[in-house]
């Protein structure tokens, strides 16, 4: 069976073109840049072009393909806006899928993104779900929580450095996931009719707090963060500001993020959560593996230098 991976070359997308390789699946990854491509492809998928904002070069990039896995988001840095690529390029490409036969279309959407629907990023993940539902096409829709990944920078190297962690009051808690053991359960149910045209969640075992996150990194690495809490109210008077600019709107959008409170039920387990049929890393786990090999590094390169001025 031949895959279409939307978002290959980011943390998701990479992790699941893996999988699917190696359970034997043929993998095409849809890029609009082939220089990010390098790893994936050396990895045996191959590399079609497509530019979700020129709806005109996506057909052609169905072709052959069964199932489209969609994992793409647009970034902050991007010269496009979300409107164009995470609402009318993905309107686009869910047309070329009816149009092409698409057999199974999966989409990662956010958890408990109905509830920040003022959020225009979560807003337009909401309105593509609906889209989805209505296509007619196979679908399953994974809404997940946060990834481990991003906290190495976010929180780890923040620590390690004493660099400044912001942090925003009384944010929400999130169950961080492993990207990979996504990908694990991803391709795992991919022809399981139990997950087909519905809305699954995806979450580790466990909720965690920014200050929570925070108090485990100083303990793993023995040092003491650095934190400054920022107002809420100072979010959204900068996240206003930027929006005068259309080239700041994307860095708008994610300032946005800042604002989501704590709810009295975040922390429960949704009714549609994956069965899980892999035990799923742990953020202490993988923080303490991660805090190992750096110290370990700079126990040695310590030593190196201590012996070269012997």
């Known amino acids: 069976m031949s895959i279409l991976v939307l978002g290959s070359s980011g943390t998701l997308g990479n992790q699941i073109v893996q999988q699917a390789?190696?359970?034997?699946?043929?993998?095409?990854?849809?890029?609009?840049?082939?220089?990010?491509?390098?790893?994936?492809?050396?990895c045996g998928a191959k590399l079609v072009y497509a530019d979700l904002s020129k709806p005109s070069t996506i057909p052609l990039a169905l072709k052959g393909i069964k199932v489209i896995i969609d994992s793409a988001t647009n970034r902050s840095q991007n010269r496009y806006t979300i409107e164009t690529v995470d609402w009318r390029?993905?309107?686009?490409?869910?047309?070329?899928?009816?149009?092409?036969?698409?057999?199974?279309?999966?989409?990662?959407?956010?958890?408990?993104a109905k509830n920040y629907s003022s959020i225009p990023l979560l807003n337009l993940k909401i309105r593509v779900e609906n889209e989805i539902k209505k296509s007619g096409l196979n679908y399953t829709i994974y809404q997940c929580s946060g990834f481990l990944q991003g906290l190495i920078q976010q929180y780890g190297m923040r620590v390690l450095d004493n660099k400044t962690i912001w942090l925003c009051g009384n944010s929400r808690s999130i169950a961080y996931l492993d990207a990979q053991d996504v990908a694990k359960i991803v391709i795992h149910t991919l022809n399981n009719p139990e997950y087909d045209n519905k809305r699954v969640t995806l979450l580790g075992e466990k909720f965690w707090t920014p200050e929570e996150v925070v108090q485990l990194c100083e303990r793993l690495s023995g040092k003491t963060a650095r934190v400054f809490y920022i107002p809420s109210t100072l979010f959204s008077l900068v996240r206003k500001f930027v929006r005068f600019f259309e080239a700041y709107w994307n860095i708008a959008d994610r300032l946005q993020f800042g604002e989501m409170k704590?709810?009295?039920?975040?922390?429960?387990?949704?009714?549609?959560?994956?069965?899980?049929?892999?035990?799923?890393?742990?953020?202490e786990s993988y923080l303490q593996e991660f805090f190992n090999r750096v110290i370990i590094k700079l126990k040695k390169t310590d030593y190196q230098e201590s012996k070269k001025s012997d």
Not at 21 to 42: A, H, N, P, T
Not at 104 to 111: L, Q, R, T
Not at 275 to 280: A, F, M
């Open 262 to 283: 704590n709810r009295t039920d975040i922390s429960l387990r949704p009714l549609n959560e994956v069965s899980w049929s892999i035990n799923r890393l742990t953020l």
């Open 89 to 112: 390029g993905k309107l686009a490409l869910l047309q070329a899928a009816r149009l092409c036969g698409i057999k199974k279309f999966v989409y990662f959407s956010i958890y408990i």
């Open 21 to 42: 390789l190696r359970e034997g699946y043929q993998v095409k990854c849809l890029l609009r840049d082939f220089s990010r491509g390098y790893y994936i492809r050396k």
